[in-house]
């Protein structure tokens, strides 16, 4: 019974920022490395972002610089800070503990 809920997606212009939420229901063990993946139509899924339980983050090249992960164990919530955002960018993005994937928020940047 354990949910994974990503929200914040959306329509943005080029050099914006969103800021997407992954809340966790049911009994999530708080242990688990959390990370954001996404998908672009065409292409492979991608992970973008990791944290620890610890609060230690990684962040792929590709993204570098643009994303900020972080987390909220009280709140059961893993965040995804996304600036400078370019078109292509534009994909699914799902948030996964490697065992438990949320169905993914759209984020779409265009003029």
């Not at 997407?20 to 899924?45: E, I, T």
């Not at 990791?50 to 990684?58: A, V, Y």
């Not at 994303?67 to 600036?83: E, P, W």
């Not at 400078?84 to 503990?97: D, F």
């Amino acid at each position: 019974q354990v949910q994974l809920v990503e929200s914040g997606g959306g329509l943005v212009q080029p050099g914006g920022s969103l800021r997407l939420s992954c809340v966790a229901s049911g009994r999530f063990p708080k242990h688990y490395d959390m990370a954001w993946y996404r998908q672009a139509p065409g292409n492979q899924l991608e992970e973008v972002a990791k944290i620890t339980s610890e609060g230690i983050s990684r962040i792929s090249d590709s993204v570098a610089g643009r994303f900020t992960i972080s987390r909220d164990n009280a709140r059961d919530t893993v965040y995804l800070q996304m600036n400078s955002l370019k078109p292509e960018y534009t994909a699914v993005y799902y948030c996964t503990s490697g065992v438990f994937w949320g169905l993914g928020t759209q984020v779409t940047v265009s003029s």
